[in-house]
């Protein structure tokens, strides 16, 4: 059975910075994509970062809005990922997912993701 689980988050003021990390178990992901997405009530999810794995290189890619100030370094162990948060704005507050894809994809859609975790809360104070 795949388990996305993701910790890390928590409470910090504008400009500081947190690193939140996702172990997945069950299934090796290292071939294919895992990515990060972020929801507020009553807002559609939305895509964060991502990394997919294909040919032998690897590729990074980030919304529009995190652009330049969150960074999805590989983690160290073999299934897990983490998402680098500096510069945080108020309007990073939400839930933030971890997902993963059993495909190499390079996708920013949540329908290309298979698996997802529970959540975790970032609050951003002004």
């Known amino acids: 059975q795949v388990q996305l689980v993701e910790s890390g988050g928590g409470s910090v003021q504008a400009g500081g910075s947190l690193r939140l990390s996702c172990a997945a178990s069950g299934r090796t992901f290292s071939r294919r994509a895992m990515g990060w997405f972020r929801q507020t009530p009553g807002k559609e999810r939305e895509f964060v970062a991502g990394?997919?794995?294909?040919?032998?290189?690897?590729?990074?890619y980030y919304g529009d809005s995190v652009r330049g100030r969150f960074t999805i370094p590989r983690g160290d162990a073999e299934n897990t990922v983490y998402l680098q948060m500096n510069s945080l704005k108020p309007e990073d507050t939400a839930i933030y997912y971890c997902?993963?894809?059993?495909?190499?994809?390079?996708?920013?859609?949540?329908?290309?993701?298979?698996?997802w975790g529970q959540g975790t809360q970032v609050t951003v104070s002004s």
């Open positions: 997902a993963a894809s059993l495909q190499s994809v390079r996708s920013t859609r949540k329908d290309d993701y298979d698996y």
């Open positions: 990394i997919s794995w294909s040919g032998g290189l690897t590729y990074m």
